[in-house]
């Protein structure tokens, strides 16, 4: 109860901040293509190209860890949330076209990548060690709650008012909300002039050799082996639910569905990281999504179907923040954490870049999305048996 009471201010803060932040742009996203495209006349490949822009100015992410590390979390942290939510306001009030659109998007991604997990798990994970699970579980919390909410509302305003005022709500939202909450609620993380000698006594490693680390490695496919398949059908989630047979507010629906299973994924697996081995606790999770790839595949204009669908797909996403914030807090140590945390978050977003892709490409070669789902059931399976080899070191509980 102690890291509880100590750090509950950082928790709320980290999530109303990680609701608000480029992270939510990922979940709605799709919501603007139907309208963008009525526009361009660009196709779903297209739309996946630019997309993928976005995972390109993600790699940036090493340099934001390296600068939390180095130059503090909330000043970082803070001046992201601000650059982000001019950009919105610029794409808003831009003209579509496609240089200048794609220059933003990719703009979105490099200056975006600074209000990503790297911080919200950062800020949390620097509060909480007996308690880290739970903690990390419920900081991601409001995101999910803000994809369950904010979809079918937005998806209204475009519909109502067009997609630049959708980007003007993302805009107020950052400002008025996440900014804030980085100022007045998340802490600086006590100092702790023990845990990087303690770390690297655990890991048996220098300081600049992760990447030697079978660890590194073996979580760094996890996450590709997560994002490749994830990324690329929350890409094209309105999309692809329209191809299932539903219609625009049902796909809404769809991806607040999708939110919904994150929000339990989020909240039962950092309950369990906490009391059950967490390799097996993330084996698991990381299989659930597979079954909802194959009633995707294998079903056709059925809701309730689809709807269970997303939700599976949902539950691993939620997870995955969970999972690999862990794992890299676990086995690194915390004074490290922002630069080895950035590296894992470039191979995720490699496999972003290649998920979004692929999604839209196989779809303008075979008229449907069913090849990408079956291989997500590999990407998937992958994974999960991925994490049943990362080697903890045993917990330390930190006064």
């Known amino acids: 109860m102690e890291e509880w009471r100590r750090g509950w201010r950082t928790v709320l803060g980290a999530a109303l901040a990680a609701a608000t932040g480029v992270n939510l742009l990922y979940f709605v996203f799709s919501l603007f293509i139907p309208h963008l495209q009525k526009e361009t006349g660009w196709t779903l490949g297209e739309f996946s190209q630019l997309q993928a822009l976005v995972g390109i100015g993600s790699l940036a992410a090493p340099l934001a860890g390296w600068a939390m590390d180095r130059y503090g979390l909330r000043r970082v942290w803070a001046t992201g949330m601000v650059a982000i939510a001019l950009l919105y306001l610029l794409v808003g009030f831009s003209p579509v076209i496609p240089t200048l659109f794609g220059v933003m998007v990719f703009m979105t991604g490099l200056i975006g990548v600074a209000t990503t997990s790297i911080s919200y798990t950062k800020a949390v994970n620097g509060w909480f060690s007996s308690q880290r699970g739970l903690a990390l579980a419920l900081s991601a919390t409001c995101l999910s709650l803000a994809a369950i909410v904010v979809p079918p509302l937005l998806e209204r305003i475009i519909t109502l008012e067009g997609w630049r005022t959708g980007y003007f709500m993302l805009s107020a939202l950052a400002l008025l909300i996440g900014l804030p909450s980085i100022l007045f609620l998340v802490a600086d993380i006590p100092p702790r002039a023990s845990d ?139 004074d490290r954490y922002g630069s080895i945390y950035g590296w894992v978050q470039v191979a995720g977003w490699m496999g972003t870049l290649c998920g979004v892709l692929l999604f839209g490409k196989i779809h303008d070669w075979t008229g449907s999305y069913d090849l990408f789902q079956a291989g997500a059931v590999i990407s998937y399976v992958i994974a999960a048996t991925a994490f049943l080899f990362v080697r903890l070191p045993p917990q330390r509980v930190f006064t």
Do not use: K
Not at 255 to 267: K, V
Not at 280 to 287: M, P, Q, Y
Not at 298 to 311: G, I
């Open 196 to 334: 990087h000698d303690e770390a690297l006594r655990r890991a048996g490693e220098g300081p600049d050799h992760f990447y030697r680390s079978a660890a590194f490695w073996l979580i760094a496919l996890c996450h590709v082996g997560i994002n490749t398949p994830a990324s690329g059908m929350l890409s094209q989630m309105a999309p692809m639910m329209l191809e299932e047979g539903l219609t625009s507010a049902q796909a809404a629906i769809g991806i607040s569905a999708f939110a919904a299973g994150q929000f339990f994924g989020r909240l039962a697996c950092g309950w369990l990281l906490d009391r059950v081995n967490p390799q097996r606790t993330a084996f698991f999770f990381t299989l659930i999504p597979a079954v909802g790839c194959v009633l995707l595949w294998q079903t056709q204009n059925y809701y309730a179907a689809a709807l269970f669908a997303v939700a599976a797909i949902g539950v691993q996403q939620g997870a995955e923040i969970d999972l690999l914030a862990y794992f890299v807090a676990r086995r690194f140590g915390l």
